[in-house]
């Protein structure tokens, strides 16, 4: 054992990262929420539930469920519809509450440190992951900004019977913007009630969609609660995966972190933490029940008035009716092809024109309600990892511009269907960038020096790494799916190159992760002082979810370089020192 204490103190001696004295989180820093302005939380005087604490802690929620109405997600339901019918109806709502588990981690981390995700990745990565994270989440907002600027322009070309051309759409989206950074100097709570009302119109207009079609509802439950997809193949496969990629955002976790911040809640109490936890909770499970809600309405619409169709039903159909678009549906046999575009202008053939305009204004809604929670994801990202603080007027003119370019480029110089098939390669780029936000955040709340009485429990690991692991089935399902398209060498290459960069990384994250899932028990000596390195990590104490085992030297000299972390005796605060800096939490 002395040779393995020998490695140990060579291995606390190797920095990783600069490790420097605690310097405190300003309180300008800490307190940094989406605007300059915090929601009291009023005291009730009792400890029971209380609806006017519910009725402050109502927002942040909210605002994190229009990723989950955005036009991606719409495009996502509405072929998962038309293709499988009511059968994957289960799917969208195991989705729903996956992501759900995910919002919980996220607010946990951000209510209990004070701190959002980002922030807490630049104070424990080393810079190079850091950067490369950062990287890769710009890339999962701008993709997220470029579907809503397609539903936009889509939206636009629907109810000006396209005398607006996409481009033009397109174009459009950067006056409405400017329109939303007006819209925020209101007031926090104004800006949160006008996120609600776009969500009111999502609600109604995709809800008349469904009272007009009238779906079946033994069909609609048997779908939700059946988890069965009888006759399904690789077509039906493909959508499945493909909604939980449009559902469960990245850049929606890092935000969500961040926007709980916004009410005051004393830390250094543990029943104010606790409760702030519950009452977020139920908030986010309450704005997710509404989202599945209006979700649950396109897919139930296109699968009772579409499924089994053919473009022939849907061309004959159109002419009949006179619709302005009836030539984007071909005179064949082939099964019937929709997308937000010609989902609009099915509507509008089969059950009026009213049908058409009430659809394009809900994913006008969608994609409005989208683009201001993407602004704000990307500032926190961007001060979070960098402490770089931009206004939000650079900050959107950054973001819309990386968006615009390539969508104003293909809206110019190809059709609509090139357009939305945009979509489909952005819902899949979420799904592949989305390890990069689910890896932190189990890792982090994963810390018992960071988490103290809130960390992971064993069921909350064991279903995160579930979740973790079947995100990469279905990106593994992806590279399968789709690297046969490719039809030149170049393109091969290229995508072996990234991919291999890609699973390194990942592995980086996941060995970082299993140090922290592993080692559960922190009761070492501080001899070291409160500031010390950790010096042991008992074999006997360190445990894994599949039971306790000793841990192999290589695993132990990990844990002492990568860890070190100690607890503040006797108070809610926490010291942690990790990566660049160590850093007083609280």
């Not at 339901?77 to 799917?91: E, H, M, P, S, T």
């Not at 989208?370 to 961007?382: E, L, N, R």
């Not at 989305?434 to 018992?448: D, K, Y």
Request: glycine content about 8%; some cysteine; aromatic content about 12%.
């Amino acid at each position: 054992m002395g040779s393995l204490e020998k490695e140990v103190t060579v291995a606390q001696n190797k920095r990783y990262g600069t490790i420097g004295e605690p310097e405190p989180c300003t309180k300008e820093e800490s307190e940094r929420t989406y605007l300059d302005e915090r929601i009291a939380v009023p005291n009730t005087g009792s400890p029971g539930f209380s609806f006017r604490k519910l009725w402050a802690f109502t927002g942040p929620g909210f605002l994190m469920s229009i990723a989950y109405l955005d036009p991606g997600n719409i495009e996502s339901d509405l072929q998962c519809g038309a293709i499988a019918g009511f059968k994957l109806l289960w799917v969208l709502l195991g989705a729903t509450v996956l992501g759900l588990l995910c919002q919980r981690l996220a607010v946990r981390l951000g209510v209990v440190t004070g701190m959002d995700l980002a922030q807490i990745c630049r104070y424990y990565y080393p810079k190079a992951p850091r950067w490369i994270l950062w990287i890769l989440v710009e890339i999962a907002i701008i993709g997220s900004d470029m579907q809503e600027v397609i539903g936009t322009a889509i939206a636009f070309s629907l109810l000006s019977s396209g005398r607006i051309p996409l481009w033009g759409g397109v174009l459009i989206t950067i006056i409405d913007t400017l329109f939303f950074l007006f819209l925020d100097k209101y007031g926090l709570r104004k800006l949160e009630a006008f996120f609600a009302l776009l969500i009111t119109i999502m609600a109604v207009t995709f809800g008349y969609e469904y009272v007009v079609v009238k779906p079946d509802q033994r069909e609609v439950l048997k779908g939700m609660f059946y988890p069965y997809c009888s006759g399904c193949g690789s077509p039906e496969l493909l959508q499945a995966v493909g909604i939980i990629g449009a559902i469960i955002m990245p850049h929606n976790i890092y935000l969500h972190s961040s926007l709980v911040k916004s009410r005051v809640v004393d830390r250094k109490q543990k029943q104010e933490v606790s409760e702030a936890n519950m009452y977020y909770m139920i908030e986010s499970s309450i704005a997710l029940f509404v989202s599945f809600l209006i979700n649950l309405f396109v897919m139930a619409v296109f699968a009772e008035a579409f499924y089994n169709k053919t473009n022939q039903d849907a061309y004959d159909v159109c002419q009949n009716s006179s619709s302005p678009h009836a030539d984007v549906f071909p005179s064949n046999n082939d099964s019937l092809s929709v997308d937000i575009y010609k989902g609009g202008v099915i509507l509008g053939c089969f059950f009026g024109p009213a049908a058409l305009y009430i659809w394009a204004v809900g994913i006008l809604a969608a994609g409005q309600s989208s683009t201001m929670t993407g602004t704000y994801a990307g500032q926190f990202v961007m001060e979070g990892f960098l402490n770089l603080k931009w206004s939000r007027f650079y900050r959107v003119l950054f973001t819309r511009s990386c968006a615009i370019i390539p969508t104003v480029f293909v809206a110019a110089f190809k059709d609509v269907e090139h357009l939305t098939g945009m979509n489909d390669l952005l819902n899949v780029l979420q799904s592949i960038l989305l390890p990069f936000a689910l890896l932190p955040v189990l890792t982090f709340t994963s810390m018992r020096p960071l988490m103290c009485d809130f960390v992971n429990g064993l069921i909350g690991k064991i279903v995160a790494i579930l979740l973790i692991a079947l995100i990469m089935a279905i990106n593994l399902y992806f590279v399968f799916v789709y690297i046969p398209m490719l039809d030149s060498i170049p393109l091969y290459v290229l995508a072996a190159v990234l991919l291999f960069f890609y699973a390194v990384f990942n592995l980086y994250l996941v060995r970082l992760c299993s140090i922290y899932l592993s080692v559960v028990n922190y009761n070492c000596p501080h001899s070291m002082g409160m500031l010390g390195v950790a010096t042991c990590i008992s074999f006997s104490k360190c445990k894994t979810i599949q039971g306790t085992v000793e841990l192999v030297s290589l695993t132990f000299l990990s844990c002492c370089q990568f860890l070190a972390l100690d607890v503040l005796p006797g108070t809610w605060g926490r010291v942690s020192v990790l990566g660049e800096a160590p850093t007083v939490l609280i």
